[in-house]
């Protein structure tokens, strides 16, 4: 088989020679190739001319595969290798080039002298990348920016259950205020949330990382990629309905004061209840009552306006509704609705194609529509009939004629008969 020759053509060029075969096959205009190729109808003859002369390969650009004009030359790359390695090898590149230019008088961008090293397999000291950060000024208003993390630590010293604390510090005065919980979830972050403006009102937004109870991980529905949105947690959700700004940190640096908080909790309050020998979390919560208290009189600091930001609390029950989870069902032809492998049938007689099942902190739950709460009752049939069906099916087992049945005695008789029948012959 003969060996074909491979010509390597950039995307540009590979689109641009396409063109011009369908123009030699007759199948567009020199004008449309020229508008698809977004060249002039000049340029299109003058492609088409040389692929006919050289095939091809013609296409490519002059200049590939020669040497630059400008190259410098062999021997001044020789030199300045070996001057690197002799003498400048724990240098930087830019302190390198520099005395390279001064000393020997070879004038070398840095970046040319890297290409040159890495060429030849020359090990050079490498600057470790950093990330650019800039100081924050702390917000003036108390409210303004409350930051939010969730803290996994072992609170009780091996006494107790593993827990998180979940913290919320006021980015103006320093104000602490939190609470422990089994886990970090959707629930321990609305129920720390609910708690905190219940005590302090609603602040103006919130300052967190980007774990997935704050932050859906989820691709956008059709609804909201033509609406352009981002999908959106619970958490975020019921923030939005409350119109509390989220804001997610990309790095733990970004949020270093609630960060800095739970250093120190690991150290005072892992101490604190070590004395009070405390073992649990619903213990943990009643202490924090005498301790956030102190802790805050001894660290907050006054925010440099007197304003609080903070909006007046809604209702206990508003609140109920809106930090809870909430999804969409649809309702069936039978006005029941799936929720959780759980079948609901609706007593009410409406003409909704879609309801709202909000799940409340209290473990309570209710369907809605368009704010108002539908009568429901859950279906336990289909559940006891699929558990007695699964009980048969495991009861269930192969059948086994007994000694007496016909087959067996025809059988039986056939065997004792055999022998008589081999001695007689």
Request: proline share 4%; net charge positive.
């Amino acid at each position: 088989m003969a060996e074909q020759d491979m010509i390597t053509m950039s995307r540009k060029e590979s689109r641009r020679l396409h063109i011009i075969h369908e123009v030699l096959e007759e199948r567009i205009t020199q004008k449309e190739a020229a508008a698809l190729a977004s060249l002039s109808e000049r340029q299109i003859r003058r492609l088409i001319r040389r692929i006919r002369e050289e095939g091809d390969e013609g296409l490519c650009h002059r200049s590939r595969g020669k040497a630059s004009n400008r190259r410098i030359s062999l021997k001044i790359k020789e030199r300045a290798l070996k001057l690197f390695k002799q003498e400048y090898s724990d240098f930087n590149l830019a302190h390198a080039s520099e005395l390279l230019a001064d000393t020997h008088g070879i004038a070398l961008h840095r970046e040319t002298l890297r290409l040159w090293l890495r060429e030849a397999e020359i090990p050079y000291k490498k600057r470790k990348a950093r990330k650019h950060r800039q100081w924050r000024e702390r917000k003036s208003h108390f409210g303004e920016l409350i930051q939010i993390d969730g803290s996994h630590h072992d609170w009780f010293e091996g006494r107790g259950p593993t827990c998180v604390f979940m913290g919320y510090i006021d980015d103006a005065t320093g104000t602490v205020s939190g609470r422990f919980y089994a886990y970090e979830g959707t629930i321990p972050a609305l129920d720390s949330m609910k708690r905190y403006i219940m005590r302090f009102g609603l602040p103006q937004s919130v300052y967190l990382d980007k774990h997935a109870a704050y932050k859906s991980k989820g691709e956008p529905t059709l609804e909201e990629q033509l609406a352009g949105q981002e999908p959106m947690s619970q958490f975020e959700r019921s923030l939005a309905e409350l119109e509390v700004e989220v804001i997610h940190a990309n790095s733990p640096q970004a949020k270093g004061r609630v960060e800095r908080l739970f250093r120190t909790l690991q150290d005072r309050l892992v101490k604190e209840m070590r004395l009070a020998r405390i073992k649990g979390v619903e213990e943990a919560n009643e202490f924090l009552r005498t301790f956030l208290p102190r802790y805050n009189r001894k660290f907050k600091k006054p925010a440099l306006s007197q304003a609080d930001l903070h909006r007046p609390a809604l209702q206990s029950r508003e609140l109920d509704r809106i930090l809870c989870i909430k999804e969409e069902r649809t309702l069936r032809n039978d006005f029941t609705v799936m929720h959780n492998s759980k079948l609901y049938q609706i007593e009410n007689i409406t003409r909704a194609k879609k309801v709202v099942v909000e799940e409340w902190l209290d473990g309570s739950l209710r369907i809605s529509h368009k704010g108002q709460n539908l009568e429901y009752r859950k279906i336990e049939s289909l559940v006891k009939e699929k558990a007695q069906v699964t009980c048969l099916r495991e009861k269930k087992r192969r059948w086994v004629p007994p000694p007496t049945h016909p087959w067996k005695k025809t059988f039986v008789q056939k065997q004792r008969n055999k022998p008589q029948a081999a001695a007689t012959s």
